[in-house]
């Protein structure tokens, strides 16, 4: 009876054997390998995967860049890619806007108080200056010969155009002041 349990145990201990064998080059053929191209200076390390199985791509960072993502070919692709064959993957970088300032000149045509030039970053929004009426000797808001004398800012133009002070500034501008009138308000 020892010989039948020795030779039972022999035989299961090499169908095993066998099994594991077949599993572990069954699933070493199915490895594939995925490389990288970071497109600068900074290395990927290549990743082992499964054939068909999807990975958790490395996210990137460069000082000066936005990283887009991952590319085969023109085609992006995310983390529920599944691999199939090994390849190389190449990331894709766009250079970030320079942070430049601008300035906004604000043209009160001679009626008000200087309204001082506000010097903005790319993409930020400038605030509605205060503009006083100087009716000082001298100046041109001294009216009384015309019986009509500025009252207040109507609005501010861009190019002829009632400017959206909401808007981003993204180039140096200039800006008209329209002035609304009152007439017979006008010191003499």
């Not at 009384?144 to 019986?147: A, P």
């Not at 609304?180 to 010191?187: F, T």
């Given at each position: 009876m020892k010989k039948n349990i020795n030779v039972v145990t022999i035989a299961l201990s090499?169908?095993?054997?066998i099994i594991s064998v077949y599993v572990l080059l069954i699933v070493s053929e199915n490895k594939i390998i995925i490389s990288f191209n970071a497109n600068y200076d900074n290395q990927v390390n290549d990743i082992e995967v499964i054939r068909g199985e999807s990975i958790n791509l490395?996210?990137?960072k460069r000082d000066g860049y936005i990283?887009?993502?991952?590319?085969?070919?023109?085609?992006?692709i995310n983390?529920?890619?599944h691999f199939r064959k090994p390849i190389k993957v190449n990331a894709k970088w766009i250079k970030e806007?320079?942070?430049?300032?601008?300035s906004?000149?604000?043209d009160t045509k001679e009626m008000g108080s200087y309204a001082r030039t506000q010097i903005v970053k790319y993409g930020e929004r400038i605030k509605k200056p205060d503009v006083e009426i100087n009716y000082s000797e001298g100046n041109f808001a001294t009216c009384?010969?015309?019986?009509k004398c500025p009252d207040h800012i109507k609005e501010w133009q861009l190019d002829g155009q009632i400017y959206d002070f909401d808007s981003p500034i993204t180039n140096d501008i200039k800006l008209d002041a329209v002035w609304?009138?009152?007439?017979?308000?006008?010191?003499s």
């Open positions: 090499l169908i095993a054997i490395p996210i990137l990283f887009l993502g991952w590319y085969i070919n023109d085609t992006m983390d529920s890619y806007v320079e942070r430049k300032t601008y906004v000149t604000f009384g010969k015309c019986g609304e009138y009152i007439y017979n308000k006008c010191k």
